[in-house]
């Protein structure tokens, strides 16, 4: 007697029925003429015959051999366009997940960037209401990310002191943590930029090492800091300080101190940053330490 096996992996879904019976009716043919046939549940693929089945027969059987794996050839292909047809509707749904997801995140930085531009323009009404909208003067906004200040948006008149600048202060250093911990500093004034004792001074008003201080490309004469608060919520939470700050002694005064506190487009940053904190650092970090 010829024994006819085929080993593969175990059939799926509405299939597995499809091919009990083309499997018993093959078996049912080769049995009338003595061959024996043992079949493993196999995962049908699209094939060929000597693909199908691992045996031999003689010439007497080769056309019950060939009926049979007619038949079992006909599943497999059935089965071979739907996994064909499951396959490439996953794809489409995993190209159409991931189209979605780049659009979301396509939308979320246009949000940032026209945020941070209407933040900009802000700061720019700010500098021109507090008359320090000039060549040698500028505002800075910082937000906290966790290990310090970073710099948020920069506005000048002057493009070179809009560029240039530390991205990044340290939580212990600068004229940004006095504001935070106290809402607004005093306006330092005629900060000696000339003298060779500049780095000392703010080494020792600022804590900021003189090595940095003498990489500074604007070295400022005159500036003052101011903490901006959550106006959306009861406890005021600390979200970012606004530096003003100018080249000439006299440029950011108390003056300037006394308008600010008082300024409604000052107010309407705060909101305008409030109602729009997911686009900021995070600053729950700071709010633990208890700035």
Do not use: C
């Amino acid at each position: 007697m010829t024994v006819i096996e085929r080993v593969s992996p175990r059939p799926v879904g509405k299939f597995k029925g499809f091919w009990h019976a083309a499997t018993t009716t093959t078996s049912h043919f080769l049995s009338r003429e003595g061959i024996k046939t043992t079949w493993h549940e196999p995962l049908i693929l699209t094939g060929t015959v000597a693909s199908l089945y691992v045996g031999v027969v003689n010439e007497d059987h080769l056309g019950y051999f060939i009926g049979g794996a007619a038949a079992l050839l006909i599943v497999g292909n059935v089965r071979g366009l739907y996994t064909k047809s499951h396959t490439i509707g996953v794809e489409g749904d995993r190209d159409l997940l991931r189209d979605q997801l780049n659009g979301v995140e396509e939308r979320e930085a246009s949000r940032r960037e026209q945020f941070a531009g209407a933040v900009a323009e802000t700061l720019q009404n700010l500098a021109t209401e507090l008359q320090v909208w000039n060549s040698h003067s500028r505002l800075t906004l910082y937000t906290f990310n966790g290990s310090g200040f970073q710099l948020f948006r920069r506005k000048s008149d002057n493009p070179m002191l809009e560029a240039i600048g530390r991205g990044f202060y340290p939580l212990d250093q600068g004229i940004l943590r006095m504001a935070w911990e106290r809402g607004v500093t005093a306006a330092f004034t005629a900060i000696p930029t000339n003298d060779p004792d500049y780095g000392k001074k703010l080494q020792k008003d600022f804590n900021i090492p003189i090595g940095t201080s003498k990489g500074f490309g604007m070295r400022s004469a005159s500036i003052l800091a101011a903490r901006l608060s959550d106006t959306t919520s009861a406890s005021n939470d600390h979200i970012g300080v606004l530096v003003i700050e100018s080249t000439a002694p006299r440029g950011v005064t108390s003056t300037v101190r006394t308008n600010l506190m008082s300024s409604k487009v000052w107010h309407a940053l705060q909101v305008q940053v409030s109602t729009s904190r997911e686009y900021l650092p995070d600053i729950l970090d700071a709010q633990k330490r208890g700035f």
